[in-house]
């Protein structure tokens, strides 16, 4: 059965991507992100599909996406920050080693910047990354295999707390 190694989830900032490169360069495997499967498959990016579209069809293209992806890929997946919302997506995740990268809300406004034209932090971008924080913090946690804090931490040390926190068959 194909599937990746590690599905790694977590709130904008977490570092899902830079950690999810660096961890498949370390295992040398490919990285995938669900986002830029989103991207591609729409034609254009995620901001301009939440403008344009609507999030409740970013949010089908999205589950689509790591349907997809959970099916397809060996590697190492990033998922959205916001894939988890989907009931069906956590209902996929069951069965996957899944890694929470948790961040606290100072790290992640610094990491995406005050004035972040990421779709969901448009305006008050402290206030709905806490909010946003809360809501998810429940559902990283109902799928997670294992949680990783990265406040403050190097993208080599959260990578080495991912690999020595999976279960052994992730290792292979």
Same mark, same amino acid.
């Given at each position: 059965?194909?599937?990746?190694?590690?599905?790694?989830?977590?709130?904008? !900032?977490?570092?899902?991507?830079?950690?999810?490169?660096?961890?498949?360069?370390?295992?040398?495997?490919?990285?995938?992100?669900?986002?830029?499967?989103?991207?591609?498959?729409?034609?254009?990016?995620?901001?301009?599909?939440?403008?344009?579209?609507?999030? =409740?069809?970013?949010?089908?293209?999205?589950?689509?996406?790591?349907?997809?992806?959970?099916?397809?890929?060996?590697?190492?997946?990033?998922?959205?920050?916001?894939?988890?919302?989907?009931?069906?997506?956590?209902?996929?995740?069951? !069965?996957?080693?899944?890694?929470?990268?948790?961040? !606290?809300?100072?790290?992640?406004?610094?990491?995406?910047?005050?004035?972040?034209?990421? =779709?969901?932090?448009?305006?008050?971008?402290?206030?709905?990354?806490?909010?946003?924080?809360?809501?998810?913090?429940?559902?990283?946690?109902?799928?997670?295999?294992?949680?990783?804090?990265?406040?403050?931490?190097?993208?080599?040390?959260?990578?080495?707390?991912?690999?020595?926190?999976?279960?052994?068959?992730?290792?292979?």
């Amino acid at each position: 059965m194909t599937q990746p190694r590690a599905v790694i989830v977590g709130a904008p !900032g977490a570092g899902k991507t830079s950690v999810g490169r660096a961890l498949s360069k370390a295992w040398r495997v490919d990285f995938r992100d669900t986002d830029a499967d989103v991207e591609a498959r729409a034609g254009k990016s995620v901001s301009d599909i939440f403008v344009n579209d609507g999030e =409740p069809h970013f949010r089908n293209l999205e589950r689509d996406a790591v349907a997809d992806a959970l099916a397809e890929h060996e590697g190492v997946l990033a998922l959205g920050g916001g894939a988890i919302l989907d009931e069906s997506t956590r209902a996929l995740l069951a !069965g996957h080693v899944v890694v929470w990268l948790n961040v !606290g809300l100072s790290d992640a406004v610094k990491r995406v910047g005050l004035s972040s034209a990421r =779709p969901m932090l448009l305006g008050n971008v402290r206030g709905t990354m806490l909010r946003l924080m809360q809501e998810r913090e429940p559902l990283y946690r109902e799928v997670a295999t294992v949680e990783i804090e990265t406040d403050g931490r190097a993208i080599s040390d959260i990578v080495a707390d991912v690999v020595s926190g999976l279960p052994r068959s992730a290792h292979a």
